[in-house]
Structures are given as structure tokens and as C-alpha cells.
């Protein structure tokens, strides 16, 4: 079992930074691929950015360019760099983590809140 903690999330006014952090601990060793989503009140939980074990990235469209994923497998971290934040961006990211030997069964965090107001 993977257990997964996101922090990082908070207040911040438009064209603001934060920084996600997502630790893993327990049977770190399965976890292949690590996601963050978002999820806004009244919508479907999206991707927003994606990295495998051989550090490939994926970014959503809709912030790319603005968020960068990276991951320090020695610490069994992922992050999520937010940049130039807009109001849109105000939701609960989530990080996921992917079994590699079994590629269905996924882990996921409490959540972390980001609101980006003014």
C-alpha cells in the first residue's frame, strides 16, 4: 500500500507562485508514473501534469507553460511548481500515484487546497 500527502496549497493573489509537494511513503517501491489533478466545485477531476520514472512529463494544455512536475525519487517526492496563477487555477490538486507492476491500481492524497484571489 502506497499512502500519499499532498502540502503546499494556500492562498496566493493572481500572478502568484506556489509550490505543491506530494510525499509518498510505504511500499514506495510500485509507484511508477505520478499525477497531479485538480478538481474545482461542480467539475470533473482533471489532469494537470504527469511524470514517469524516467522523469517524461506530461502538462495540460491549460497550464503549460505556467506549472512545471518534477519528482526526487530519493526523498519519494513529487512537486508541482505553479507559476503566474490566475483565478481559473483555484481548485483541490490532488496527487495520484501509479503501481508500475500493476498499472490499474492507483493511490491517491487528501488533497490540498489552492485558491488564487484577489
Known amino acids: 500500500q502506497v499512502q500519499l500527502v499532498e502540502s503546499g496549497g494556500g492562498l496566493v493573489q493572481p500572478g502568484g507562485s506556489l509550490r505543491l509537494s506530494c510525499v509518498a511513503s510505504?511500499?514506495?517501491?510500485?509507484?511508477?508514473?505520478l499525477d497531479w489533478y485538480r478538481q474545482s466545485p461542480g467539475k470533473e477531476r482533471d489532469l494537470v501534469a504527469s511524470i514517469t520514472r524516467s522523469d517524461k512529463t506530461t502538462i495540460a494544455d491549460s497550464v503549460k507553460g505556467r506549472f512545471t512536475i518534477s519528482r526526487d525519487n530519493a526523498k519519494n517526492t513529487v512537486y508541482l511548481q505553479m507559476n503566474s496563477l490566475k483565478p481559473e487555477d483555484t481548485a483541490v490538486y490532488y496527487c495520484?500515484?501509479?503501481?508500475?507492476?500493476?498499472?490499474?491500481?492507483?493511490?491517491w492524497g487528501q488533497g490540498t487546497q489552492v485558491t488564487v484571489s484577489s
Open positions: 495520484r500515484a501509479s503501481n508500475w507492476m500493476v498499472p490499474s491500481k492507483t493511490y
Open positions: 510505504g511500499s514506495v517501491f510500485v509507484i511508477g508514473v
